[in-house]
């Protein structure tokens, strides 16, 4: 066995490995993410408008753009050695402060610090932490450290809109016009932040591991699913004092049966399809392109689909235990009906996407399922809640099932190819652990 306790272990931050994987720090930091996303949802069915959808859409791109940074540096630094854990502690206590901030991020409220103020303050410090580690982390490399200006710049440039938009002064603009001006501060913002990821291809960064890299993503996946899952059952308030009823657990049955779809959809065979297609791509541009493009940029309408969707969940339940609702409940707001069917909507026709970058595979089943949605938006508005839900809940099962018939080959070659991954892994670990442990 092996003697450990001459090892030192390490006090500043130590680079990562082409082998490494998600680390349990990480998940710490995804903790933080799942307030973020429920609170966002919250502020947007507060605000159920044309506005408040625009709103909500570039205070998620900014959320993820935050995340993104995280899942950057834990792929080229060992977040769980050294001093990366109290940084991240740290920066995660700031994006929660961020996430705290959300429904005042556009419009300052009487009492209390100003919003906008505050969530531009955080931003910063979050995408300063995250660009000052991955920068101390590559300087050896002579490509990037030549382009170190060019990496540190965006987000300077980005959190000075954002701040300028916090401190639009009222007195110059009020109602409309001061909404309309914070707006467009932040869509520049938005445009210089995810601009500069072309940037960072051409400076040289690439995915140091394939396997971190795809399950990061993968798992902030799962925490929006989870998301939906929340917004089902907590809804407006809490559903404790509320009576048990069928409509309830038919809801509930609904609602899992959609997430189970989703997750299905994504997860059975594509993103191990996805991850294995990123291992074999050894060229560092090449990788850096498809890391970019099908997980930094794609995975973003994924996550905006999952959310609108609890965003049309949101409450469901709580209406159907209302004993003066009707049994199977009343059709919902238009808004509500569009982000419930266009959230999943638009989650498959992104998948369509994924596959088309990253497997050169067009997934008609899936496509057809976006249409079928679109179709049926419009005559779920005149139906009861509970009949509308139903009726996603088949259109979403059908598509995944008639997709995954399609992709039976593909998918025993892919599934075979993880599951040989996974033994081979774990016969390793288990030889290791035998002579070390």
Same mark, same amino acid.
């Given at each position: 066995?092996? #003697?450990?306790?001459?090892?030192?272990?390490?006090?500043?931050?130590?680079?990562?490995?082409?082998?490494?994987?998600?680390?349990?720090?990480?998940?710490?930091? #995804?903790?933080?993410?799942?307030?973020?996303?429920?609170?966002?949802?919250?502020?947007?069915?507060?605000?159920? @408008?044309?506005?408040?959808?625009?709103?909500?859409?570039?205070?998620?791109?900014?959320?993820?753009?935050? =995340?993104? %940074?995280?899942?950057?540096?834990?792929? *080229?630094?060992?977040? #769980?050695?050294?001093?990366?854990?109290?940084?991240?502690?740290?920066?995660?206590?700031?994006?929660?402060?961020?996430?705290?901030? $959300?429904?005042?991020?556009?419009?300052?409220?009487?009492?209390?610090?100003?919003?906008?103020?505050?969530?531009?303050?955080?931003?910063?410090?979050?995408?300063?932490?995250?660009? @000052?580690?991955?920068?101390?982390?590559?300087?050896?490399?002579?490509?990037?450290?030549?382009?170190?200006?060019?990496?540190?710049?965006?987000?300077?440039?980005?959190?000075?809109?954002?701040?300028?938009?916090?401190?639009?002064?009222?007195?110059?603009?009020?109602?409309?016009?001061?909404?309309?001006?914070?707006?467009?501060?932040?869509?520049?913002?938005? %445009?210089?932040?995810?601009?500069?990821?072309?940037?960072?291809?051409?400076?040289?960064?690439?995915?140091?591991?394939?396997?971190? =890299?795809?399950?990061?993503?993968?798992?902030?996946?799962?925490?929006?699913? %989870?998301?939906?899952?929340?917004?089902?059952?907590?809804?407006?308030?809490?559903?404790?004092?509320?009576?048990?009823?069928?409509?309830?657990?038919?809801?509930?049955? $609904?609602?899992?049966?959609?997430?189970?779809?989703? =997750?299905?959809?994504?997860?059975?065979?594509?993103?191990?399809?996805?991850?294995?297609?990123?291992?074999?791509?050894?060229?560092?541009?090449?990788?850096?392109?498809?890391?970019? #493009? *099908?997980?930094?940029?794609?995975?973003?309408?994924?996550?905006?689909?999952?959310?609108?969707?609890?965003?049309?969940?949101?409450?469901?339940?709580?209406?159907?235990?209302?004993?003066?609702?009707?049994?199977?409940?009343?059709?919902?707001?238009?808004?509500?009906?569009?982000?419930?069917?266009?959230?999943?909507?638009?989650?498959?026709?992104?998948?369509?996407?994924?596959?088309?970058?990253? $497997?050169?595979?067009?997934?008609?089943?899936?496509? %057809?399922?976006?249409?079928?949605?679109?179709?049926?938006?419009?005559?779920?508005?005149?139906?009861?809640?509970?009949?509308?839900?139903?009726?996603?809940?088949?259109?979403?099962?059908?598509?995944?099932?008639?997709?995954?018939?399609?992709?039976?080959?593909?998918?025993?070659?892919?599934?075979?190819?993880?599951?040989?991954?996974?033994?081979?892994?774990?016969?390793?670990? @288990?030889? =290791?652990?035998?002579?070390?442990?």
């Amino acid at each position: 066995m092996g #003697d450990a306790r001459g090892i030192r272990w390490p006090r500043a931050i130590l680079p990562s490995a082409p082998g490494s994987r998600t680390t349990r720090l990480e998940l710490f930091y #995804d903790l933080v993410f799942v307030f973020a996303f429920l609170n966002v949802t919250t502020a947007t069915a507060g605000n159920p @408008t044309p506005r408040g959808l625009v709103q909500f859409l570039v205070v998620l791109a900014l959320l993820w753009w935050c =995340w993104s %940074g995280f899942a950057v540096v834990g792929n *080229v630094v060992r977040t #769980d050695q050294g001093i990366a854990p109290l940084v991240g502690f740290a920066v995660s206590a700031a994006v929660f402060v961020l996430a705290l901030s $959300l429904p005042k991020a556009f419009v300052d409220r009487p009492g209390g610090l100003p919003g906008p103020v505050v969530f531009a303050v955080c931003y910063f410090l979050v995408r300063a932490t995250q660009v @000052t580690v991955f920068l101390w982390a590559v300087r050896t490399d002579p490509a990037v450290r030549r382009r170190m200006p060019v990496l540190a710049l965006p987000f300077l440039i980005a959190t000075g809109l954002i701040l300028a938009a916090a401190m639009v002064p009222q007195r110059l603009f009020d109602g409309t016009a001061e909404i309309a001006l914070r707006l467009a501060l932040w869509l520049a913002a938005l %445009g210089v932040e995810y601009g500069s990821g072309l940037v960072q291809q051409r400076a040289g960064w690439t995915v140091l591991s394939a396997g971190h =890299w795809a399950e990061r993503h993968a798992l902030i996946i799962m925490v929006a699913l %989870g998301e939906s899952i929340i917004a089902l059952g907590i809804g407006p308030g809490t559903t404790a004092a509320l009576p048990l009823t069928w409509p309830v657990i038919i809801a509930a049955f $609904l609602g899992i049966a959609v997430v189970a779809a989703l =997750w299905w959809a994504y997860f059975d065979t594509l993103a191990l399809a996805m991850e294995q297609v990123l291992h074999r791509t050894r060229e560092r541009r090449t990788r850096a392109g498809l890391a970019r #493009d *099908v997980y930094t940029y794609l995975h973003l309408p994924l996550i905006t689909g999952v959310i609108l969707f609890a965003l049309g969940l949101k409450g469901l339940i709580h209406e159907g235990a209302d004993p003066a609702t009707p049994t199977w409940g009343v059709p919902l707001p238009g808004f509500d009906m569009l982000a419930l069917f266009g959230g999943v909507a638009l989650y498959l026709l992104t998948l369509v996407l994924l596959g088309s970058r990253m $497997l050169g595979a067009a997934r008609w089943p899936s496509i %057809g399922g976006v249409v079928l949605l679109a179709a049926l938006t419009p005559v779920a508005t005149r139906l009861p809640e509970l009949v509308a839900l139903a009726m996603l809940a088949v259109a979403a099962m059908l598509t995944v099932s008639a997709q995954t018939v399609v992709d039976a080959p593909r998918r025993r070659r892919v599934r075979q190819v993880a599951l040989e991954e996974q033994l081979a892994s774990e016969a390793e670990q @288990t030889r =290791w652990r035998g002579h070390h442990l």
